[in-house]
């Protein structure tokens, strides 16, 4: 797959010119010329004959960059002065900010935000530990939680390194959900510490969510703290993915006219995320998958010591496959990919049955190139931006965790994430659906309201609250 210009490598030249109307072209055409897209020009300052522009333009990496920057500075009668990252710019000092809800404006709001009228507040939760979350942050925050170890496609960087995203993610559930999130970023990737860090610090928090920890400790650590804490504990990459992956099969099973109870599903990629959407796909009624990972089918008779591993192979593959992922393809209804770039080709997805769907999810590059697929399948979802039907998690944790603590929830159950997904498969309506709109856009008003609904009124009824 070819890489395009993108907004995540968009900068801004300030330089010098001469002032002639042909120069301002030139720049266009400069920048263009080494594939690069002009999004904007700006004027920022002029003289008699010089004139100062700010050139804003998005290349395909950081190499593509300087090589835009160097055709500016080959145009005749430039000058560069500055070049300025602007993703760079938009993290400095962080994404995120605290402020109070309440003035501060004299003595009497200073008495009841803090001495001596908030002992009385303290005492009140003191007699009753509940009543935190309706008095304290409790009732609207959520703790952000990673070791850094599996960091989108950037694999074991750190929590240092990964505070950027967690901060974006704190943004996002403020953005969609009107949640105060706050990163929490931990020096440990030892589970043992992990689950004790986090146990001690849930008092504050009305819901954890769990955030790039690798597998399979990231099973452990969401079991043991659902079992030690009485807030709901959700791990976004696995279950937040199933969710969406859910949603989006069951408004593409729609649009071929399939059901899931009767279509053969073959999966690549048995880790977290894997095995979250395996579990919600065979509670929402799938009976026919195959699980491929790095040495091929899982069945009974692989000999698997991972108990993670050992459940899929009870769970699945009821004809005891044994061969690989293109064997396991062939004939099947929908590929779901969650695991490497470039395991399947044209030929393979040819193979498959009559309508076939593919959600090829592996970032940045799937599992198959989707133009490749789009020839042969007739519907193509991946978790990519530049692309139709984006498979993103932003789709789901806002309003998941929105509705979980509008129930005062202090569990996540499996049915509250069905609930989920058909209210995100429900934000597009009969006549939106087609082959490349199964799910809804991240900016779409409906979604993170319905979902929450759907999850809030499944935990009430569910008396998890």
């Not at 720049?27 to 897209?37: D, I, N, P, Q, Y």
């Not at 998005?58 to 835009?68: G, K, L, Q, S």
């Not at 979350?133 to 959520?142: A, E, Y």
Request: aromatic fraction near 4%.
């Amino acid at each position: 797959m070819a890489a395009v210009p993108s907004v995540s490598y968009s900068m801004t030249v300030r330089l010098e010119l001469d002032g002639q109307g042909s120069a301002v072209s030139s720049l266009t055409r400069a920048v263009e010329s080494v594939g690069g897209v002009v999004s904007a020009l700006d004027v920022a300052g002029s003289g008699h004959d010089r004139i100062r522009i700010d050139v804003t333009c998005a290349a395909r990496d950081t190499d593509h960059a300087r090589e835009i920057v160097e055709a500016l500075q080959g145009v005749e009668g430039v000058t560069v002065h500055k070049v300025s990252d602007r993703t760079f710019l938009l993290h400095l000092g962080g994404k995120i900010e605290m402020r109070s809800k309440v003035p501060l404006r004299n003595r009497d709001d200073l008495s009841m935000a803090y001495t001596p009228g908030v002992a009385r507040v303290c005492q009140a939760i003191a007699q009753n530990k509940d009543d935190a979350r309706r008095l304290t942050i409790k009732r609207n925050s959520v703790a952000v939680v990673s070791d850094g170890s599996a960091v989108l496609g950037l694999g074991n960087i750190g929590p240092e390194a990964a505070m950027p995203v967690m901060e974006g993610k704190a943004a996002l559930f403020k953005r969609f959900a009107d949640i105060d999130a706050w990163p929490i970023c931990l020096d440990t990737q030892d589970v043992d510490e992990i689950v004790r860090t986090v146990q001690l610090l849930a008092p504050t928090f009305g819901g954890i969510n769990l955030e790039d920890i690798s597998a399979p400790r990231c099973f452990e650590v969401e079991a043991r703290l659902r079992e030690l804490v009485d807030i709901p504990v959700f791990h976004d990459d696995q279950h937040g993915t199933a969710i969406v992956v859910l949603a989006a099969l069951k408004n593409a099973l729609r649009v071929v006219g399939k059901d899931i109870a009767d279509v053969r599903i073959a999966m690549s990629g048995a880790g977290a995320a894997g095995t979250a959407i395996l579990k919600l796909l065979l509670h929402a009624g799938a009976e026919n998958v195959v699980v491929c990972d790095v040495h091929g089918a899982i069945h009974a008779n692989r000999g698997d010591g991972d108990p993670n591993l050992a459940w899929i192979a009870e769970h699945t593959n009821k004809d005891n496959y044994s061969g690989d992922l293109a064997g396991a393809v062939q004939g099947a209804d929908v590929f779901v990919g969650v695991s490497a770039p470039n395991l399947l080709g044209g030929d393979d997805i040819a193979g498959m049955a009559d309508d076939a769907i593919i959600f090829a999810l592996a970032n940045p590059v799937p599992e198959i190139d989707p133009d490749v697929a789009q020839l042969h399948a007739a519907v193509v979802a991946t978790g990519r931006s530049d692309y139709p039907n984006q498979i993103n998690n932003v789709l789901v944790f806002p309003g998941m965790f929105r509705g979980l603590l509008d129930a005062q929830s202090r569990t996540v159950e499996t049915d509250m994430m069905a609930a989920a997904a058909d209210a995100l498969a429900g934000t597009v309506s009969d006549e939106e659906l087609g082959p490349h709109y199964i799910v809804p856009s991240v900016f779409h008003a409906d979604v993170a309201q319905s979902v929450a609904a759907a999850v809030r009124d499944a935990a009430l009824r569910g008396g998890r609250s």
